[in-house]
């Protein structure tokens, strides 16, 4: 029976991810599809079996298991493995928010010194402050059915750069 293959392949799977320490709630199903397979020969479709596909979605929180994931993925029979995205945790994104508001402050301040300055006015005190933040660039990566597995070497995943900025307004009184 084909749901029985697939829910053993979809076990193996997840058992081979727990081995590698990914988490229950970092494996999540987000497709389950059964189709039947026609015969077009006669003329008139008729159905010869069904085949069923399974995606999901691992979270793997730590960089160095990613590639081992990946090989263990195809050793447990994932055909097509793809959609590689990284993103910045929410901790270390709110760490490096507060740095970029700290520089872009210390920036704006210096910036608004200078053209006091070269105005011939003093600053006062501050009036108002806006922020606006650009979202993490995620950086997308798909590696599709390759020979991954056994023997063969491991695939180079790469996460790149994640850039995390933050543009600030500061109004200031003028004396």
Same mark, same amino acid.
């Given at each position: 029976d084909v749901q029985k293959q697939a829910s053993t392949k979809s076990k193996n799977?997840?058992?081979a991810l727990k081995k590698l320490g990914i988490d229950d709630k970092q494996i999540k199903t987000t497709a389950y599809n !059964?189709?039947?397979?026609y015969n077009y020969e006669s003329g008139t479709p008729r159905i010869t079996g069904y085949k069923v596909s399974s995606s999901y979605e691992v979270t793997v929180k730590d960089f160095d298991k990613v590639n081992d994931v990946l090989v263990e993925a195809v050793n447990a029979g994932a055909?097509? /493995?793809?959609?590689?995205?990284?993103?910045?945790?929410d901790e270390s994104e709110k760490k490096l928010l507060d740095e970029a508001r700290e520089e872009a402050v210390k920036e704006a301040k210096e910036k608004a010194q200078s053209l006091?300055?070269? $105005?011939? !006015?003093? *600053?006062g005190k501050i009036l108002n402050i806006s922020e606006?933040?650009? $979202?993490?660039?995620?950086?997308?990566?798909? *590696?599709?059915?390759?020979?991954?597995?056994?023997?063969?070497?491991?695939p180079e995943i790469t996460p790149g750069e994640t850039e995390i900025?933050?543009? /600030?307004?500061?109004?200031?009184?003028?004396?």
């Open positions: 799977l997840v058992d !059964v189709y039947p397979e055909k097509v /493995v793809g959609n590689i995205s990284f993103e910045v945790n006091a300055k070269a $105005a011939g !006015v003093s *600053l606006s933040q650009h $979202a993490p660039e995620i950086v997308p990566i798909a *590696l599709r059915e390759a020979g991954v597995g056994g023997t063969e070497p491991q900025s933050v543009v /600030v307004s500061i109004s200031f009184e003028i004396r």
